[in-house]
């Protein structure tokens, strides 16, 4: 079975600034996919940034960057010039073939003015 | 764009009570899915749902609980007998057939009293 794991529940950072959130996985899959989705207090699920597992570039999206680390079956986020807006929880999840998503707890991620 | 959308956006129930939750994805969209999350905690996947039946389910979704698609555009989830602990965020996603992607609806609250 597939888990995701985030050891990070809070991360704090100055806003402008950067930050990674961590994310580990587990799967038995030769063919996944990982990705990140921003959960504001609406409670809304937003898809951040998505990584094919076969790809060995690390996907970008804007200000948002992946560190995708396949062999240590790693997948952390890279937050670039950070904003008040990012403000939310973040989580982290993988899925199989099937496309189901299996997710990390969560890192809620408060930006300092 | 085209957009997963769900009604009602918030329900509050009696324990015992039936509940239908709907969600229409969106059009071209093949597979689909619910989850929940439990206000603090991860998102549970509960059911796949492709080719008009079934195809994948947690053990979360026991007999309380039921999908359907039964117009092809509306997709339901019902929950025969609410309990307490049915109280939380329930999200319907969709695939599209050329991609992984899940597009996630705004989300219903369910609160059981």
């Known amino acids: 079975a597939q888990t995701v794991t985030q050891s990070q529940p809070e991360m704090s950072v100055q806003e402008a600034e950067t930050v990674t959130l961590s994310c580990t996985y587990d799967?038995?899959?030769?063919?996944?996919?990982l990705f990140w989705y921003k959960q504001p207090p609406s409670r809304q699920m937003i898809l951040v940034i998505r990584q094919e597992a076969y790809k060995q570039q690390n996907a970008t999206e804007n200000r948002f960057s992946v560190n995708f680390q396949k062999a240590a079956k790693s997948f952390s986020l890279k937050i670039s010039d950070s904003q008040l807006g990012d403000a939310a929880m973040y989580f982290c999840a993988s899925s199989d073939s099937n496309y189901q998503l299996i997710w990390g707890a969560g890192t809620k991620l408060i930006i300092k003015p | 764009e085209p957009e997963v959308t769900q009604t009602p956006s918030h329900q509050v129930t009696q324990m015992g009570q039936e509940v239908i939750l709907r969600c229409v994805p969106i059009?071209?969209?093949?597979?689909f899915y619910w989850y929940r999350q439990i206000l603090g905690q991860k998102v549970e996947f509960l059911v796949s749902?492709?080719?008009?039946?079934?195809?994948?389910k947690s053990e979360i979704f026991d007999d309380q609980f039921s999908v359907e698609r039964p117009d092809g555009s509306n997709f339901t989830l019902k929950i025969r007998s609410t309990k307490l602990e049915d109280s939380a965020m329930y999200f319907c996603?969709?695939?599209?057939?050329?991609?992984?992607?899940?597009?996630f609806g705004p989300g219903t609250r369910l609160t059981v009293t």
């Open positions: 749902f492709y080719n008009n039946e079934i195809s994948e």
């Open positions: 996603a969709s695939v599209p057939a050329s991609s992984y992607e899940q597009y």
């Open positions: 799967t038995s899959e030769s063919d996944y996919y």
């Open positions: 059009s071209n969209h093949l597979y």
